[in-house]
T-cell receptor, first 112, second 113 residues
Framework: EAQVTQNPRYLITVTGKKLTVTCSQN?????MSWYRQDPGLGLRQIYY???????DKGDVPEGYKVSRKEKRNFPLILESPSPNQTSLYFC???????????FGPGTRLTVT | RKEVEQDPGPFNVPEGATVAFNCTYS??????FFWYRQDCRKEPKLLMS???SGNEDGRFTAQLNRASQYISLLIRDSKLSDSATYLC??????????????FGQGTTLQVKP
């Protein structure tokens, strides 16, 4: 089954404790992206990757890191999480950046 | 002005009603247009792409008006299961022609029995 997977689905952590949210796709897509979704603000892009080893900032990159060492994986790293990073996070992939994107199930992160 | 604008609603309609959503976009160079559906706090899912000639998928019809820079979604014979948020999505090309999708904030539809 073609899909995008994310782990964990739910995470509660404390300020400053480094965490990684994994994202994997099995559709051989070149483009992958991370979004956060907050009430009243819609989906905002954090980082994206056009292909392996090619990443770039989205609209709200502060406090986040990413890497793309393999085509299928695109982890999101929060080196020192803060409460304002409490949000619902989605990973997405597509053939190209302007093609339709397919989303993972989401990760609900709470930073206390 | 936002790059993609939608009326957030909510639109409250009875079962069986026909409802239409519009969405305007600011970048006249946009080439790809989509409607996504998102159920409460779940991932957005592609509902349909929007083609220049308009397209239909069952009870759903999407249309594109390039001159006025808007796209529309028409839902006929609304079902309770159509209750969701509908996201308008438009592509945008950057200076390096990398391309990305811009998501509207969504229009909420509530279908009542």
């Amino acid at each position: 089954e073609a899909q995008v997977t994310q782990n964990p689905r739910y995470l509660i952590t404390v300020t400053g404790k480094k965490l990684t949210v994994t994202c994997s796709q099995n559709m051989n897509h070149e483009y992958m992206s991370w979004y956060r979704q907050d009430p009243g603000l819609g989906l905002r892009q954090i980082y994206y990757s056009m292909n392996v080893e090619v990443t770039d900032k989205g609209d709200v990159p502060e406090g986040y890191k990413v890497s793309r060492k393999e085509k299928r994986n695109f982890p999101l790293i929060l080196e020192s999480p803060s409460p304002n990073q409490t949000s619902l996070y989605f990973c997405a992939s597509s053939k190209r950046g302007y093609y339709e994107q397919y989303f993972g199930p989401g990760t609900r992160l709470t930073v206390t | 002005r936002k790059e993609v604008e939608q009326d957030p609603g909510p639109f409250n309609v009875p079962e069986g009603a026909t409802v239409a959503f519009n969405c305007t976009y600011s970048n006249s160079a946009s080439q790809s247009f989509f409607w996504y559906r998102q159920d409460c706090r779940k991932e957005p899912k592609l509902l349909m792409s929007v083609y220049s000639s308009g397209n239909e998928d069952g009870r759903f019809t999407a249309q594109l008006n390039r001159a006025s820079q808007y796209i529309s979604l028409l839902i006929r014979d609304s079902k309770l299961s159509d209750s969701a948020t509908y996201l308008c999505v438009v592509n945008k090309f950057g200076s390096s022609n990398t391309g990305k999708l811009i998501f509207g904030q969504g229009t909420t539809l509530q279908v009542k029995p």
